[in-house]
């Protein structure tokens, strides 16, 4: 999959968003760090192990560089910046069942607006998947020949498959 670049200096306010998610009941938050192990079962449970390793490592950054979505007690949602790499924006997921209200939306801004206040002008979305979903939400557009990108290497296994 091929990498976005994200003018930040650009992005769309999306505090009216943030208040309509919080009138439902659904806070979008920075992550504190008693919240890892629930988030890495969460990303497990839902997306991947791998996401959960990589979105582990945005809880050694200062500030965390994770910011989650919930309901009451309940995750629905997250995203991650400067995990894998620097100026990268990711990963980001939100629970199926609760897609198509904004919550990825407001999670991708919260993120991204996070970046340009510690200094960037530009961010990159490794390995876009929902590329469409980027463009429109934060004006993202595609980083040519940028496939593979960091996310080319092979994951290490212990004890290795056989094969």
Not at 77 to 92: D, N, Q
Not at 93 to 106: L, M, P, T
Request: hydrophobic share 40%; glycine share 10%; net charge negative.
């Amino acid at each position: 999959m091929s990498d976005m670049l994200v003018r930040l200096h650009d992005l769309p306010e999306f505090g009216d968003k943030l208040e309509a998610l919080a009138e439902e009941g659904i806070l979008v938050r920075r992550a504190q760090p008693w919240e890892l192990s629930p988030l890495r079962r969460f990303i497990e449970d839902h997306f991947s192990e791998g996401w959960a390793d990589e979105a582990s490592a945005g809880f050694a950054n200062q500030p965390i560089s994770v910011f989650l979505a919930q309901d009451g007690t309940r995750l629905v949602g997250f995203a991650a910046f400067e995990c894998t790499a620097r100026g990268f924006f990711g990963p980001m997921g939100v629970d199926e069942a609760w897609r198509k209200r904004g919550i990825g939306a407001v999670l991708t801004l919260a993120c991204l607006q996070a970046m340009r206040e510690i200094g960037y002008a530009y961010a990159i979305i490794g390995g876009a998947g929902p590329k469409d979903f980027y463009a429109k939400c934060c004006g993202a557009t595609l980083i040519a020949d940028s496939e593979p990108g960091v996310y080319a290497y092979k994951k290490a296994q212990y004890p290795p498959k056989e094969s």
